[in-house]
């Protein structure tokens, strides 16, 4: 393997595994905001106790998804440094904002609620965990406008071999950051909920905290079957602006090979990407695809063989991964709605079977958010800056092979280890009930 290979894979396990803890960042912080506010309204302890149980997990993961995110931005000066000095003009502006607003709101906030208890006033330690949970949406805002802006360039020209900023407006407007934002923001809510879902299923299991648990799981089934509906709505708009801005990535989302109107939707198909065809095409929809690609039946869909061989994103993967992830979205909102409807007739119980289902259903949602970040990277190929910049063109060129293999292996290892602490810890304080988590008493987590 080379530099570029190499550097292209380093960059896809950092983020990739950061992308394992964002999420439930995101779905969690709204649940025990919620949790908390309902404990301030009712004055009920159960939800004080919720509170401080699903709270802790979510410390958990935060402090270690902080960890994991800080080397992503080290990468763009070490090997993907004349990606840098091409667009540093631009991309900085976002992630600065990102790093000096929302996350010290979150930082500041979350100290505030983790040792705030009986020091502040119940409604004031309920708001600093909406201001987390805010800027931790916010702090996804200005990243997703970054990467927006790599997957659909505006507000810029090019000058002195560089690209440079002319208009700040067009960049936090732009439609397919403020699209992306969208459906990654549910996509994490719906990790969240189906987290809490299945932990509370364990329980459930074992007859322990029945109420506590049957509530838990009431909240995350409602927060789900939103989230999973959102997910569905801003995702079909957010094709719709691929199919517009990024044509050879919605082809290969949906293995088109050939431009036609009126395009259909082969519910089975395999793509045979070296003879430039399907291996497979069954059970047509006439019009399907032109439909969701514009909303229009008769709308022109562009096919691969419609760009050169050069400016073709790798057609496998992401196609693989754009079915895979609507599939489990599918799935999700059947799976919210039935908890729904069992939890209110109260046969959560009376079918463990299906608690046993929602625990084994917990890595599902990160598997879905994971494919599509393949989509979503993979599908821009070959360009780190779309129609502007190469992937190739982008990589460091005074660093050596030695260096980003030795790179490569330290981060493998320590994000492996990141791992298996944060599994270790988040499968040992969910095992425990509310009353076994609640440590000291003025503490991050005292009574």
Not at 268 to 289: H, R, T, W, Y
């Amino acid at each position: 393997m080379d530099v570029l290979t190499l550097s292209r894979l380093q960059f896809a396990v950092t983020s990739m595994f950061h992308f394992i803890f964002v999420p439930l960042t995101l779905g969690l912080s709204v649940l025990v905001a919620a949790m908390e506010t309902r404990y301030v309204v009712t004055g009920n302890e159960m939800y004080k106790r919720m509170t401080k149980f699903w709270g802790k997990l979510f410390l958990i993961n935060f402090a270690l998804g902080v960890v994991t995110g800080i080397t992503l931005e080290f990468q763009f000066g070490m090997n993907w440094a004349e990606y840098s000095r091409y667009v540093g003009d631009i991309f900085g502006a976002p992630l600065a904002i990102e790093a000096t607003v929302a996350f010290f709101l979150e930082s500041v906030f979350i100290g505030v609620w983790a040792f705030g208890w009986n020091k502040v006033g119940k409604k004031m330690h309920a708001a600093s965990i909406w201001i987390v949970a805010l800027a931790t949406n916010l702090s996804g805002l200005w990243i997703l406008l970054a990467n927006g802006w790599m997957q659909h360039p505006v507000g810029y020209v090019l000058r002195n071999g560089r690209a440079e900023m002319v208009d700040f407006m067009a960049l936090i407007t732009n439609p397919f950051g403020l699209l992306k934002f969208g459906h990654q923001i549910v996509s994490g809510y719906t990790v969240g909920a189906f987290f809490v879902m299945g932990v509370s299923a364990w329980h459930l299991l074992r007859g322990r905290n029945r109420d506590f648990f049957k509530a838990s799981f009431g909240m995350a089934a409602v927060f789900a079957l939103a989230s999973t509906l959102m997910v569905a709505v801003i995702g079909d708009f957010h094709a719709v602006d691929v199919a517009k801005t990024q044509p050879a990535k919605f082809a290969a989302m949906e293995s088109i090979w050939d431009s036609c109107r009126n395009a259909p939707m082969h519910l089975i198909a395999f793509p045979d990407e070296k003879n430039q065809c399907n291996l497979v095409s069954a059970f047509p929809v006439p019009g399907m695809l032109s439909l969701l690609a514009y909303h229009d039946l008769n709308a022109e869909v562009r096919g691969l063989n419609s760009f050169p061989k050069a400016d073709r994103p790798p057609v496998l993967p992401v196609f693989l991964s754009f079915r895979a992830m609507v599939g489990l979205g599918t799935l999700f909102i059947v799976l919210a709605a039935v908890s729904i409807f069992f939890h209110r007739k109260n046969l959560l119980e009376k079918y463990p079977w299906f608690l046993r289902a929602m625990v084994l259903c917990i890595p599902l949602p990160y598997i879905a958010n994971q494919l599509g970040w393949v989509v979503s990277e993979v599908g821009r190929q070959p360009w780190i800056v779309y129609g502007l910049m190469r992937t190739s063109d982008a990589v460091s060129k005074s660093i050596d092979l030695s260096q980003v293999i030795g790179s490569l292996l330290g981060f493998t290892l320590l994000y492996g280890l990141l791992g298996f602490v944060d599994i270790y810890l988040l499968a040992k304080f969910a095992r425990k009930g509310p009353e076994e988590t609640t440590i000291g008493a003025t503490g991050a987590f005292g009574k």
